[in-house]
């Protein structure tokens, strides 16, 4: 069994300590996560054990030819490169090996007497390829890339064409590919829509190596660990079981602690005011000089930020009438992209939609329809009576003041009778201590997300339409909007791709899918259900035509076309079916010339060997024309696939 194991691991950025004599260990069966509040050091601990960050000191043991791979946050960037032969780096590391082969294999006709010993590590390398996966490259990186979103026509597409996020998706696809003994990721799940991240829990349930990530979603943290590690301080604990119960054993803990930190306060103050009562008396100056040294050796208790107990409520709004929104024969293209046809919804006061599906679906263009910014489609979007709308989008950020102080921002637009929470408020969205008084200006994305979400919900609107809400905010920060959306008296509708948040939060589901809008009312267990069933990694669906353009496509086919579609579905079926039995055979074709080429009958008869050897190369040819035509064949299947349906 391999095994990772780290003792003695620090590291200090001028005088703060971010990792301190850090220890732990994972094996091969490892499912662990890393939690802690934002800036308290787990980008640093994963950069770190990848060797990109230089510690002050660790000893560290790796079980001899175990391979760790890392998935940092962003900032990977793709440019010349093919979508595919990104990923196909997660193969480079039989580079070597490679190379070495072709030596052997050109050296194989020289009679200088080493012929056995090359036959034997040429069967060896074989072997090692073999088992690895290594021919069957072609077929694990299409599915790969299948199961996190990309269709087969982008196979072949610029890697650097793509968005941050999709670029991002590359980088995850190359590291599973990649297969390591120790896999890293920090916050895999940013980028993923809700149908990649299933895909992604089932793939790391199945993943043959020890695990551990950064998430903040907590049913994908659930379905995935069994362990957590908590950095405080610099200082990491482990907690057995999934991050829920992690959270129950952490919340009895913190209660302990509250009530310690309570108790040192209290002793904190009495000894205070003893040495402020008593500084200028000589008779006292003893006592008061122990007291003041006691003091300076007290160690104060801390509650770790990303596990403090902060409370958030909406201002109260006014109450609309019963039908808040109405949508009729909602139509929106862009060119030849029908995004809806013919959409009707209704929706009602109190209700919580959420809207989810693949990227690019269209959910963030239904919200600005929703809200009124979008005005370029067909039919009609009627706000009920009284309505009054409060809307967070992803650029929202471009709605704040660059000069204008974090607390300011807030501040102007509050209530009166708000002011005294804003700095709780502004707690609960990760804005602390003396973070308050920076300027707009020098925020990060991030930041700005937070802050323009939270000057959103302190307007006094009855109807809410949030697209990613959640996106910003770590775990503790999704519970207190959580918490206070759910006592929110108005009615909400939001995007989200976070399973935790949409399960609790929602009471109907809008899935944009490739058939179609789609309504789930309100059982979220009877859609996550329907949902791994779409993405089962075996039988992954066409993901090229978007919704709308498919139902008018199947509206407008007549029987005949759709009888010809269908024959056609079914000529590829069979094409496809031989290309891979040919392909099945071309390998054990291989497989049996390699083995040929290192029995000792045909060591010294360099003919032979050279015949061999030309043979399989052939079959090695032919296998790749027909891998080619098979992935032709399957990118043309995605053209019917749906049509006759």
Request: hydrophobic letters at 35%; aromatic letters at 8%; one cysteine or more.
């Amino acid at each position: 069994m391999k095994n990772l194991q780290v003792s003695g691991l620090s590291l200090s950025f001028g005088e703060r300590k971010i990792l301190d004599d850090i220890s732990f260990s994972l094996c091969e069966t490892s499912r662990a996560a890393l939690a802690g509040a934002n800036g308290s050091g787990k980008s640093t601990l994963f950069k770190t054990l990848a060797g990109l960050q230089e510690p002050d000191g660790m000893n560290l043991f790796l079980t001899k030819d175990a391979r760790i791979a890392y998935l940092p946050q962003s900032d990977i960037v793709f440019d010349d490169e093919t979508v595919y032969e990104a990923a196909e780096k997660g193969y480079d590391r039989f580079k070597p090996l490679l190379s070495e082969l072709a030596g052997l294999e050109d050296g194989l006709g020289l009679d200088d007497g080493r012929q056995i010993k090359r036959a034997e590590r040429i069967g060896a390398i074989h072997d090692i390829l073999s088992s690895s996966g290594y021919y069957d490259r072609k077929s694990r990186i299409g599915t790969i890339l299948l199961g996190l979103g990309f269709h087969t026509s982008d196979f072949t597409r610029k890697a650097g064409t793509f968005s941050g996020g999709w670029q991002m998706r590359i980088a995850l696809a190359r590291i599973l590919i990649e297969n390591p003994d120790f896999l890293f990721l920090d916050e895999p799940t940013n980028y993923l829509d809700i149908e990649a991240m299933t895909w992604l829990e089932g793939y790391l349930s199945s993943f043959e190596g020890g695990l551990m990530l950064v998430s903040h979603d907590q049913d994908f943290l659930d379905n995935t660990v069994d362990e957590v590690y908590e950095l405080f301080n610099g200082k990491l604990k482990r907690y057995a079981g999934n991050y829920t119960r992690y959270l129950e054993i952490r919340q009895q803990e913190i209660e302990t602690l509250e009530k310690a930190y309570r108790k040192q306060q209290e002793e904190i103050a009495r000894t205070e005011q003893f040495i402020e009562k008593f500084r200028y008396k000589a008779t006292k100056a003893k006592q008061v000089q122990s007291r003041i040294k006691m003091l300076e050796k007290t160690e104060i208790i801390e509650i770790p930020a990303h596990l403090k107990k902060i409370y958030f409520s909406f201002p109260d709004c006014a109450r609309s009438g019963n039908d808040v929104l109405i949508v009729e024969n909602l139509g929106k293209s862009y060119g030849d992209n029908v995004v809806y046809s013919g959409f009707s919804f209704t929706v009602n006061r109190g209700e919580r939609l959420a809207i989810t599906g693949r990227n690019g679906a269209g959910k963030s263009t239904l919200l600005r329809i929703l809200a009124g910014v979008d005005p370029d489609h067909t039919g009609t979007v009627r706000p009920g009576a009284n309505v009054k709308t409060g809307y967070f989008a992803q650029d929202a950020e471009n709605t704040l003041d660059p000069e204008n102080t974090v607390l300011g921002e807030i501040e102007s637009v509050a209530d009166t009778a708000d002011i005294p929470k804003v700095r709780n408020m502004l707690g609960a969205f990760l804005f602390q201590d003396d973070d308050v008084f920076k300027t707009v200006k020098v925020l990060s994305g991030g930041e700005k997300s937070r802050l323009s979400l939270l000057k959103i919900l302190m307007h006094p609107a009855n109807l809410l339409l949030l697209d990613e809400p959640t996106n910003h905010l770590d775990i503790n920060s999704k519970e207190v909007l959580l918490k206070a959306m759910k006592e929110y008296g108005g009615t909400t509708v939001f995007v989200s791709h976070d399973k935790h948040f949409i399960s609790n939060l929602a009471t109907r589901i809008l899935y944009l899918g490739d058939e179609g809008p789609e309504f789930f009312e309100g059982d979220w267990e009877y859609f996550n259900y329907k949902l791994k069933q779409k993405e089962d990694e075996f039988q992954i669906v066409s993901r090229t035509a978007t919704a709308g353009s498919a139902v008018k496509e199947r509206a407008q086919l007549t029987h005949d076309e759709t009888k010809a579609i269908r024959n056609k579905r079914k000529a590829l079926e069979r094409e496809i079916a031989a290309l891979e039995q040919d392909i099945a055979k071309l390998d054990g074709d291989i497989l049996l010339l390699a083995e040929q080429s290192m029995k000792s009958e045909n060591y010294c008869d360099a003919e032979k060997i050279t015949a061999i050897l030309a043979e399989k190369d052939a079959r090695e040819k032919e296998k790749e024309e027909k891998e080619n035509l098979w992935l032709e064949k399957t990118m043309m299947m995605e053209e019917y696939d749906g049509k006759d349906r």
